[in-house]
């Protein structure tokens, strides 16, 4: 399934995983690495 389905669209459309995903741990880096 997607990791973190929930992840606002404007930190997908602007390219904010990274930020995303330090404040989210392990969930954000696999959604970052889906990318």
């Known amino acids: 399934g997607e ?3 929930n992840v606002p669209r404007s930190i997908r ?3 904010h995983a ?3 995903a330090e404040e989210h ?3 954000g880096w696999l ?3 889906k990318k």
């Open 18 to 20: 990274i930020l995303y």
């Open 13 to 15: 459309q602007e390219g």
């Open 25 to 27: 741990g392990e969930q």
């Open 31 to 33: 959604w970052i690495r």
């Open 3 to 5: 990791p973190l389905r």
